[in-house]
């Protein structure tokens, strides 16, 4: 692996699968009575959040404390970048102190390469933009691996804006590279041009997407970007794309139902299919924590258990 993640490309079916067992080790870590390991002690990390989450930087913040690293959670809001300060000096300041990891999240492609030729140290990207947001593929790969002791040969049918979700690129690199048979599905204004070309298939019949599916991938509808006229009308995204129980039940029995969050209820999936028993929206969360774990283990831990004392 290299010494960052900022995408899912750069990564070999080698390190995919890597990830994956360490992530299952750290899930063990995770059901214990007491959650916490040395392997992170003395080393700083910095959550670096420009745009706002919930589950992203929680989970961060959470691997990192049950790893034992000493934390620095930056605010934005409450930073001197509201003073003017650029994102540089605001890097080159917060390595002055002495950090060992970035986690960024920041609404511009390409900001943890960034981020990573300032500051000198690991980083993990934790979603640039519109680009990628490889922590949460990756853990949607392990939630899949958890149920279906495999990915090579799974039908994966990803549902709703591709065109403006990080989230959907980033699975598409990790689930085609593992050998899934990837199935894209939404309005055809939201569904970029050519990318048959990463080796998925695309359908704007949401049953046909459906049909036979071992998992369904639903994703945020984007509403703060409806202005721009990509969009059909609310009611008509909810007639053609809303996973319900009649899209579901032409699935496979053992389907299981996704979603990375945040979720807008009633619009991309009805409630009654998100706390569905085939639905494992809650453990992908849960699966957060130990994937990230593996990765901070991976980027930073190696080697660190000897240095510790
Ligand atoms: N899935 C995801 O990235 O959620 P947050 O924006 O809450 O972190």
């Known amino acids: 692996m290299e010494k960052s993640l900022h995408d899912i490309e750069n990564l070999t ?16 870590i995770s059901e214990r009575r007491v959650k916490k390991v040395p392997t992170l002690r003395g080393k700083t990390i910095c959550l670096f959040f420009i745009e706002n989450s919930t589950r992203t930087r929680i989970s961060f913040e959470l691997a ?30 917060i390595m002055a102190m002495g950090v060992d990891l ?5 609404s511009a492609p390409g900001s943890s390469r960034r981020v990573e030729q300032v500051a000198g140290v690991p980083v993990i990207n934790a979603g640039d933009g519109p680009h990628a947001h490889p922590t ?17 040969g799974l039908k994966v049918a990803i549902i709703g804006d591709i065109y403006h979700s990080r989230v959907a690129r980033s699975n598409i690199f990790s689930l085609t590279r593992m050998g899934a048979e990837v199935v894209l599905c939404g309005p055809p204004t939201l569904i970029p041009r050519e990318i048959e070309k990463l080796g998925v298939q695309v359908t704007y019949s949401v049953d046909e997407a459906c ?10 509808m984007q509403l703060e970007r409806q202005q721009s006229g990509m ?11 809303r996973i319900d129980e009649k899209r579901v039940s032409l699935a496979k029995d053992d389907v299981i139902i996704m979603h990375p969050g945040p979720m807008n209820r009633g619009v991309e999936i009805i ?20 994937t990230r774990m593996a990765l901070f283990y991976l980027l930073l831990g190696r080697g660190n258990e000897e240095t510790a004392d």
């Open 231 to 241: 969009f059909p009308s609310m009611r008509e995204y909810i007639q053609l794309y």
């Open 13 to 28: 079916r080698d390190d995919l699968e890597l990830i994956l067992a360490t992530s299952e080790q750290f899930r063990e």
């Open 102 to 106: 970035f986690v960024i999240r920041h």
């Open 271 to 290: 409630p009654e299919i998100a706390y569905h028993h085939r639905s494992v929206i809650e453990e992908q969360v849960t699966n957060g924590v130990a």
């Open 211 to 220: 049909k036979m599916a071992d998992v369904i991938m639903c994703l945020r």
């Open 136 to 152: 949460q593929a990756l853990l949607d790969l392990f939630t899949i691996y958890r149920h279906k002791k495999k990915i090579e």
């Open 64 to 93: 990192a404390k049950r790893m034992s690293a000493d934390l620095i959670n930056f605010s934005a809001s409450t930073s001197s970048l509201q003073k003017g300060e650029s994102l540089t000096d605001t890097v080159k300041t």
